[in-house]
DNA sequence: CGGATCCTTGATGGGATTCAATTCGGGTGG
DNA sequence: CCACCCGAATTGAATCCCATCAAGGATCCG
């Protein structure tokens, strides 16, 4: 039910059967939730993290005239708010961008857990560390990258965390979110989304229809969009 | 010499004498950097995590075109590179953005510390999860909101950051980056940031000038900037 | 078949960039 | 003491990328 969890670990770490034990110990109440439906709203006091088993989830942020920022994607085998573990509450909202199936991980558990297992504490601090590295790159793509290449580069981004978790080929993958959800995560407008999306189809990088992404020429791609995966942190030294 | 680090740790949580002796007791060597002095670079492994006793730096990625993009800004008390400690090697470069002192904590020693006293390892992963939620306020600034809000929500996280080290008055600090770096903080051109703040000037609610920032009217500037200083977590549930 | 939702495209406007020139302030040395 | 210089700040003009507004088209489903 968690292989995605264990596979999106051991892609960066060793882990021992002993361990994995472990951490299946600290499983909850598995839930499903519909897609569109925010499952964590910002502040509420939190006593349980959630795991991703199946589905896409976000984190966002609303202004006050209804503008949404997404801040992070997540996908099957992601913790979406493990940093509520030290942080108590959110400083942002959980949505489900699909319909998503999740397990619960009472903080109770994650505390005998991680002091149990220093290691694994050590793992899932690595983790949420992860999550920051992402945010620096998406602050990096809507500073800097133009709309086009910040397009790209999310499309990249997936491609190699889904591979990671069995959910995506080298040439595409299935991604069930409409053009207003990817600009949300973009910061631009569903019309630009749109633009930008043609243009990708027009160079022969990439096409997005039907909540499928075919990638064409994935070092086209990545060139455009200036990826480096090592913001992934997919070869870390030994922890 | 680490005074503005308690202070920070205790703006949040209780830190017993013990528990702040063992911190000092985990310091290695002080050094000095020169401003625009980067003093780490991506992609190298660290032993060590740096915090910063007097001076503002920053963490940033460059484009190929040298377009640069600053991440997050660190005051005196901050660890620049706490995440190292999980992560081996960062993703991105840190700088000194005004002369620096800085205290070494050696990665063995912060080991050391964080399996003697899970508390203070959680503080820390805290810590780390702050860093994160000041990232997911700049994606939301970046991707949604207009230049001018932008500019004046970066004042008022320095106001509420600084003012907890002792480095602000309620109406004012020092603050001795040029234009040039406020641009590549807000993802924007100096010639447009040096417009923003003479828009806030104009507005009447605060003036950036000779290293100094001088808030007129915070609230205005908070209307402004739709700042909510909760992502700070300055009110947090025990830990 | 009618309605809802999402996608697509065109026309227009505006906020931010780009390019360029001028001013300002702080040092430095003749 | 002042001419000179240099980096930073400031301002104007032209341009461009993306947003806004609006209208049609596609797909799905009850």
């Known amino acids: ?3 995605t969890h264990f596979a999106r670990i051991r892609a960066r ?19 499903s939730f519909e897609a569109h439906h925010t499952f964590v709203e910002a502040d509420t006091l939190l006593d349980v993290s959630i ?22 994607l997540h996908v099957p085998g992601d913790f979406t708010d493990l940093h509520s573990f030290t942080l108590k509450r959110l400083d942002h909202n959980l949505i489900a961008l699909t319909p998503c199936r999740v ?32 945010h620096r790159e998406w602050v990096l793509s809507m500073g800097r990258r133009s709309a ?33 959800d990817l600009a949300e995560c973009l910061g631009m407008t569903s019309v630009h989304v749109n633009r930008s999306l ?3 189809r027009e160079l022969g990088l990439m096409t997005f229809r039907n909540g499928r992404a075919e990638l064409h020429d994935v070092p086209g791609l990545r060139e455009l969009a200036e990826f480096d995966p090592s913001y992934l ?3 870390p030294p030994p922890l």
Request: charged share 25%.
């Open 1 to 3: 039910m968690i292989e």
């Open 103 to 134: 397990v619960l991980f009472p903080h109770a558990k994650l505390a005998e857990l991680t002091e149990r297992y220093p290691r694994i504490a050590r793992l899932y601090w690595f983790s949420t560390n992860l999550d920051a590295a992402i």
């Open 51 to 72: 795991l991703i088993v199946e589905g896409i989830a976000g984190r966002y942020k609303d202004l006050r005239d209804g503008q949404r920022q997404i801040t992070e």
């Open 148 to 180: 086009i290449a910040r397009t790209a580069h999310l499309f990249c981004e997936l491609q190699v965390r889904l591979s990671l978790v069995g959910r995506a080929d080298p040439d595409g993958f299935d991604f069930r979110l409409s053009q207003v």
């Open 13 to 31: 770490h060793a882990l021992s059967t002993e361990e994995e034990a472990a951490i299946r110990s600290a499983m909850g109440t598995s839930l």
């Open 233 to 235: 942190y997919l070869d």
């Open 198 to 200: 043609r243009r990708l």
